[in-house]
């Protein structure tokens, strides 16, 4: 009997993999693909797909792997990996449902995991008010960016509502939700863990590629914060993903989970730190500090202290000059004074000025904001005395797209977060793997949003991938962490 139903979930998984397949390869022909990247296309969606079918936590795995470097990969617009990847996973997670059937004696009942909701009532549900704000001011984005490539399709309202909206929410909840469901049906979760160390090598490997190709010197490379251009994300968006991996990897190290986790976790940290130190941003630095303080302040053991305070001497004599200048960039007297000078502001280069410039937009709308992405048709943009398309400043991206009450959303959704990550990393029915990994997201969340002052995008996107990883097996114990310790033990 077990082995017919293997036959046929095997068959099932054949049929969509042929059927998802004759659709990659209908649409790559429709857009005109020539015949060999239409068999490479075809081949590349055909082979994950039946294990995916199967079982759809290959898929989760896969989008861990791919969402942060999603902007590296190669794709035709509407043919992504990750528009294949949710949609497989999606169809793999029905399917073992339906495999399910309803519960029995001989099978209990298996719940899905519902994203809790005030991720929908915090996040999702302002971010579609911002979106109908902004919907009659999106072309004007064509006028005010001149120099943008493409500029009538990329403000084209359809397409900015897909890739500003539609997208990142796709994606990220998706993988969210299927994280949080497939740690669910695991007899291991905290193996998921090993997942997000294999998530930090291709951004770390990328890196070190792109420096060690660079043309011109390492200070020259200091200066050039578009070094990263190349790879799809700016340097200081490489420097937030890896910090976002900081937490988690270091309170693993610490050895609460076991002698396999903390190799694990300092192996990919040797990989994790340099990398970050490549990218010069002085954010991300910032980001990854907080988390090790966190980290020594729940370690305080002298010991520990000594043994840190060794490696980051250590660190700090062999790091080469141009690191070292770069990263006390602004450290010095008067430099809060010159911020209010761009061309002598080393200190935020430049960031203050453009908050002085977009703040005053805040009161057009101060309740609900002037749509999502309102710094495109900013006054001073359209004067032409901003230049960016964001404030560098979340803070001050939410206040200007979502209003005082997207802002208090957004305070409320976060506290939430780390209200519930500090329960679950103190759960004793919790592996101490988890535990250490949920302590250290909470201090990675700290730290990334001391970072949200100085960086942009307050949307889902693919620098933020370490941070869904963890709001994924957040929410797999979501309920559990709102009751207290006994409750959740029984």
């Given at each position: 009997?077990?082995?017919m139903?293997?036959?046929?979930?095997?068959?099932q998984?054949?049929?969509?993999?042929?059927l998802?397949?004759?659709?990659?390869l209908g649409?790559?022909a429709?857009?005109?693909?020539a015949p060999?990247?239409?068999?490479?296309?075809?081949?590349?969606?055909?082979a994950?797909?039946?294990?995916?079918?199967?079982?759809?936590?290959?898929?989760?795995?896969?989008?861990?792997?791919?969402?942060?470097?999603?902007?590296?990969?190669?794709?035709?617009?509407?043919?992504?990996?990750?528009n294949?990847?949710?949609l497989?996973?999606?169809?793999?997670?029905?399917?073992?449902?339906?495999?399910?059937?309803?519960?029995?004696?001989?099978?209990?009942?298996?719940?899905?995991?519902?994203?809790?909701?005030p991720l929908w009532?915090?996040?999702?549900?302002?971010?579609?008010?911002?979106?109908?704000?902004?919907?009659?001011?999106?072309?004007?984005?064509?006028?005010?960016?001149?120099?943008?490539?493409?500029?009538?399709?990329?403000?084209?309202?359809?397409?900015?509502?897909?890739?500003?909206?539609?997208?990142?929410?796709?994606?990220?909840?998706?993988?969210?939700?299927?994280?949080?469901?497939?740690?669910?049906?695991?007899?291991?979760?905290?193996?998921?863990?090993a997942?997000?160390?294999?998530?930090?090598?291709?951004?770390?490997?990328?890196?070190?590629?792109?420096?060690a190709?660079?043309?011109g010197s390492?200070?020259?490379?200091?200066?050039?914060?578009?070094?990263?251009?190349?790879?799809g994300?700016h340097?200081?968006?490489?420097?937030?993903?890896?910090?976002?991996?900081?937490?988690?990897?270091?309170?693993?190290?610490?050895?609460?989970?076991?002698?396999?986790?903390?190799?694990l976790?300092?192996?990919?940290?040797?990989?994790?730190?340099?990398?970050?130190?490549?990218?010069?941003?002085?954010?991300?630095?910032?980001?990854?500090?907080?988390?090790?303080?966190?980290f020594?302040?729940?370690?305080?053991?002298?010991k520990?202290?000594?043994?840190?305070?060794?490696?980051?001497?250590?660190?700090?004599?062999?790091?080469?000059?141009?690191?070292?200048?770069?990263?006390?960039?602004?450290?010095?007297?008067?430099?809060?004074?010159?911020?209010?000078?761009?061309?002598r502001d080393?200190?935020?280069?430049?960031?203050?000025?453009?908050?002085?410039?977009?703040?005053?937009?805040?009161?057009?709308?101060?309740?609900?904001?002037?749509?999502?992405?309102?710094?495109?048709?900013?006054?001073?943009?359209?004067?032409?005395?901003?230049?960016?398309?964001?404030?560098?400043?979340?803070?001050?991206?939410?206040?200007?797209?979502?209003?005082?009450?997207?802002l208090?959303?957004?305070?409320?959704l976060?506290?939430?977060?780390?209200?519930?990550?500090?329960?679950?990393?103190?759960?004793?029915?919790?592996?101490?793997?988890l535990?250490?990994?949920?302590?250290?997201?909470?201090?990675?969340l700290?730290?990334?949003?001391?970072?949200?002052?100085?960086?942009?995008?307050?949307?889902?996107?693919p620098?933020?991938?370490?941070?869904?990883?963890?709001?994924?097996?957040?929410?797999?114990?979501?309920?559990?962490?709102a009751?207290p310790?006994?409750?959740?033990?029984?």
């Amino acid at each position: 009997m077990i082995g017919m139903q293997e036959t046929s979930s095997g068959r099932q998984a054949l049929a969509w993999s042929l059927l998802m397949a004759a659709v990659a390869l209908g649409a790559g022909a429709a857009l005109g693909l020539a015949p060999p990247a239409l068999v490479l296309l075809g081949l590349a969606v055909l082979a994950p797909l039946p294990f995916i079918l199967n079982d759809y936590r290959v898929g989760v795995v896969l989008l861990a792997l791919v969402l942060p470097v999603l902007p590296m990969l190669p794709s035709v617009r509407g043919l992504n990996p990750a528009n294949y990847l949710v949609l497989a996973s999606w169809l793999g997670f029905a399917a073992q449902r339906w495999r399910l059937g309803p519960p029995g004696p001989a099978q209990p009942s298996r719940p899905v995991v519902p994203l809790p909701a005030p991720l929908w009532l915090c996040f999702a549900l302002p971010a579609a008010v911002g979106m109908v704000v902004a919907w009659p001011h999106i072309g004007e984005g064509v006028r005010n960016y001149p120099a943008v490539v493409d500029a009538v399709r990329e403000f084209h309202p359809p397409t900015y509502l897909v890739d500003r909206f539609v997208k990142p929410l796709l994606y990220f909840f998706s993988f969210a939700f299927l994280l949080a469901n497939a740690v669910r049906d695991s007899r291991h979760p905290e193996r998921f863990i090993a997942v997000l160390a294999m998530s930090a090598v291709a951004p770390a490997l990328a890196v070190f590629w792109t420096v060690a190709q660079y043309p011109g010197s390492l200070a020259e490379l200091a200066r050039d914060r578009e070094f990263m251009a190349p790879r799809g994300m700016h340097a200081n968006e490489f420097g937030l993903l890896l910090a976002l991996l900081c937490g988690p990897l270091l309170f693993l190290a610490g050895g609460a989970g076991g002698g396999r986790w903390r190799v694990l976790a300092l192996c990919t940290l040797a990989l994790v730190v340099p990398a970050l130190l490549l990218t010069f941003s002085r954010g991300g630095l910032l980001a990854a500090l907080i988390a090790f303080v966190g980290f020594l302040w729940h370690e305080r053991r002298l010991k520990t202290l000594l043994l840190s305070a060794a490696l980051a001497g250590l660190a700090l004599l062999a790091s080469p000059e141009e690191l070292q200048e770069r990263f006390a960039t602004g450290l010095r007297a008067g430099a809060l004074a010159d911020t209010q000078r761009v061309d002598r502001d080393e200190l935020t280069a430049g960031r203050v000025n453009g908050w002085m410039l977009l703040a005053p937009e805040v009161l057009d709308s101060p309740w609900i904001g002037r749509g999502l992405g309102s710094t495109q048709w900013s006054s001073a943009v359209a004067a032409g005395r901003y230049k960016a398309n964001h404030p560098h400043n979340i803070y001050l991206e939410v206040l200007m797209d979502l209003g005082l009450l997207g802002l208090a959303a957004m305070v409320l959704l976060h506290a939430q977060y780390l209200r519930r990550l500090r329960r679950l990393a103190g759960d004793e029915t919790l592996s101490p793997a988890l535990r250490s990994f949920f302590r250290g997201a909470r201090w990675s969340l700290w730290g990334g949003l001391a970072m949200a002052a100085t960086t942009a995008f307050y949307m889902p996107n693919p620098a933020q991938a370490p941070w869904w990883f963890c709001l994924g097996l957040l929410f797999a114990y979501w309920g559990q962490a709102a009751m207290p310790a006994r409750a959740a033990a029984r």
